[in-house]
């Protein structure tokens, strides 16, 4: 084959009509056509289904093995266990702990029911969001009237 026609196929550039019948020539040649014989002619191998069978049992027994590596397992314990302690922090109050109470409940109706401090800056705070949400604002400055 001419360099040049062999250059130009490796580039992949455009052939003219001359160069296009040369390598036709050159690919439909006596030595081409016996090595197409040649495959042509060789066996269509399949490999059998007893081999296939215990292809796919070796493989299965592989990935069985590979499936649940230590991470995973692991990741389930751990996730089990933050839920518990999660589920356990809800539930659980530290001792002495209260909820606030409503306004509106008897209980929170006078300040000076209330037995410790928290309770009654609780009442005080809850008083005054009530007061602001209806736009009651009460000043504490009197020289801010005056």
């Given at each position: 084959?001419?360099?040049?026609?062999?250059?130009?196929?490796?580039?992949?550039?455009?052939?003219?009509?001359?160069?296009?019948?040369a390598?036709?020539?050159?690919?439909?040649?006596?030595?081409?056509?016996?090595?197409?014989?040649?495959v042509?002619?060789?066996?269509?191998?399949?490999?059998?289904?007893?081999?296939?069978?215990?292809l796919n049992q070796?493989?299965?027994?592989?990935?069985r093995?590979?499936?649940?590596t230590?991470?995973?397992?692991?990741s389930?314990a751990l996730?089990?266990?933050?839920?518990?302690?999660?589920?356990?922090?809800?539930?659980?109050?530290?001792?002495?702990?209260?909820?606030?109470?409503?306004?509106?409940?008897?209980?929170?109706?006078?300040?000076?029911?209330?037995?410790?401090?928290?309770?009654?800056?609780?009442?005080?705070?809850?008083?005054?969001?009530?007061?602001a949400?209806?736009?009651?604002?009460?000043?504490?400055?009197?020289?801010?009237r005056?």
């Amino acid at each position: 084959m001419d360099k040049g026609l062999f250059k130009k196929v490796l580039d992949e550039q455009a052939l003219s009509a001359e160069e296009a019948l040369a390598l036709d020539g050159e690919l439909e040649g006596t030595a081409q056509t016996s090595v197409g014989k040649i495959v042509g002619a060789l066996e269509d191998h399949a490999p059998s289904l007893s081999w296939r069978s215990g292809l796919n049992q070796r493989l299965a027994k592989e990935s069985r093995g590979r499936r649940f590596t230590p991470v995973f397992r692991y990741s389930f314990a751990l996730v089990a266990v933050a839920g518990a302690t999660l589920l356990v922090a809800t539930f659980m109050r530290a001792p002495g702990a209260t909820r606030p109470t409503d306004v509106n409940s008897p209980v929170a109706a006078d300040s000076s029911k209330h037995e410790s401090l928290e309770d009654t800056l609780m009442y005080e705070h809850q008083e005054e969001a009530s007061k602001a949400s209806l736009g009651i604002y009460v000043s504490f400055n009197d020289e801010s009237r005056g």
